[in-house]
């Protein structure tokens, strides 16, 4: 049985389109050269979790030789990937298993405030990132229609936030929600206007105190989704059009006290989504 491929680094190239290029580096051993690339070989992308074995959880893409001890492989924007979080592996024929792809050089500056057409009906967007235990992985999305959040400026008493939608048109009575964690309690909601002139821009401004009014006996995260228009049904605001793969510790906004006892701080989830977070603080803020 042919072994498998030993240790793989991918270093990672995008482009303005969202093509991803993946050249990997398969070191030579003192006492081998580096193996060479069998036709059959292919980097794998397997969806996290049980999704990866239903249909459309693997993905698989050939690769070719492109130097000594180098392998490429080039998943193409067009590529269909469901949403989440996807893990690669080099997998050789003959292998009992496939072996996970380490990360290397990560060069995503095409991907910095990318601007899809405004008429898009459907936004992807994938980024190459290293997860917590040295592995190469991909975050996907996949939003139809899209919201994507753009400055978000801290006040005194609440939020203000400008955007870009893509997919539907901004219509009559336009506006933002702040809704419960879990759904449970009632919504709060906010004019939309638009913003600088652009096709599909928006901007918002949300006051913390009503959120803040009804007791906050623990952190609550209160999810932001924007109504197009009387009775269209919403779109979560996120941030996904750029490098970041997770802007929960990353993105860090100033804390507020709306309320004696309550302290509010505009936040991303690790999924990208903007929300408001509420929690207990002291009386006396």
Same mark, same amino acid.
């Given at each position: 049985?042919?072994?498998?491929?030993?240790?793989?680094?991918? !270093?990672?190239?995008?482009?303005?389109?969202?093509?991803?290029?993946? !050249?990997?580096?398969?070191?030579?051993?003192?006492?081998?050269?580096?193996?060479?690339?069998?036709?059959?070989?292919?980097?794998?992308?397997? /969806?996290?979790?049980?999704?990866?074995?239903?249909?459309?959880?693997?993905?698989?893409?050939?690769?070719?030789?492109?130097?000594?001890? /180098?392998?490429? &492989?080039?998943?193409?924007?067009?590529?269909?990937?469901?949403?989440?979080?996807?893990?690669?592996?080099?997998?050789?024929?003959?292998?009992?298993?496939?072996?996970?792809?380490?990360? =290397?050089?990560?060069?995503?500056? &095409?991907?910095? %405030?990318? =601007?899809? %057409?405004?008429?898009?009906?459907?936004?992807?967007? /994938?980024?190459?990132?290293?997860?917590?235990?040295?592995?190469?992985?991909?975050?996907?999305?996949?939003?139809?229609?899209? &919201?994507?959040?753009?400055?978000?400026?801290?006040?005194? %008493?609440?939020?203000?936030?400008?955007?870009?939608? $893509?997919?539907?048109?901004?219509?009559?009575?336009?506006?933002?929600?702040?809704?419960?964690?879990?759904?449970?309690? /009632?919504?709060?909601?906010?004019?939309?206007?638009?913003? %600088?002139?652009?096709?599909?821009?928006?901007?918002?401004?949300?006051? $913390?105190?009503?959120?803040?009014?009804?007791?906050?006996?623990?952190?609550?995260?209160?999810?932001?989704?924007?109504?197009?228009? &009387? =009775?269209?049904?919403?779109?979560?605001?996120?941030?996904?059009?750029?490098?970041?793969?997770?802007?929960?510790?990353?993105?860090? $906004?100033?804390?507020?006290?709306?309320?004696?006892?309550?302290?509010?701080?505009?936040? $991303?989830?690790?999924?990208?989504?903007?929300?408001?977070?509420?929690?207990?603080?002291?009386?006396?803020?």
């Amino acid at each position: 049985m042919t072994p498998a491929i030993a240790t793989v680094r991918a !270093d990672c190239t995008a482009d303005p389109a969202g093509t991803l290029t993946f !050249d990997l580096t398969v070191p030579a051993s003192a006492s081998a050269p580096a193996p060479a690339p069998s036709p059959e070989s292919v980097l794998l992308l397997r /969806r996290r979790g049980a999704a990866g074995g239903r249909p459309g959880g693997t993905v698989r893409i050939p690769l070719s030789g492109s130097g000594p001890g /180098r392998l490429r &492989a080039v998943l193409p924007a067009s590529t269909e990937l469901s949403e989440g979080r996807w893990d690669a592996y080099v997998e050789e024929p003959g292998a009992e298993t496939a072996r996970a792809v380490e990360p =290397g050089l990560r060069d995503l500056r &095409a991907l910095v %405030d990318r =601007g899809p %057409d405004t008429g898009t009906a459907r936004v992807s967007a /994938r980024v190459p990132y290293p997860t917590a235990d040295g592995r190469l992985a991909l975050r996907c999305w996949v939003r139809a229609p899209h &919201a994507e959040a753009g400055a978000v400026v801290v006040g005194q %008493d609440g939020m203000t936030v400008e955007g870009v939608l $893509y997919g539907v048109a901004v219509g009559e009575e336009a506006a933002v929600e702040a809704r419960p964690p879990g759904g449970r309690g /009632r919504a709060h909601r906010f004019p939309l206007t638009p913003a %600088d002139g652009r096709s599909g821009a928006f901007a918002f401004t949300l006051p $913390y105190g009503p959120p803040a009014d009804g007791p906050v006996d623990g952190a609550q995260l209160w999810q932001l989704w924007l109504v197009p228009a &009387a =009775g269209a049904p919403g779109v979560r605001i996120s941030r996904i059009l750029d490098d970041v793969w997770s802007r929960a510790k990353s993105f860090v $906004y100033p804390t507020r006290a709306p309320a004696p006892g309550v302290l509010a701080t505009p936040c $991303y989830t690790a999924d990208n989504d903007l929300c408001l977070r509420l929690e207990p603080g002291p009386a006396d803020r």
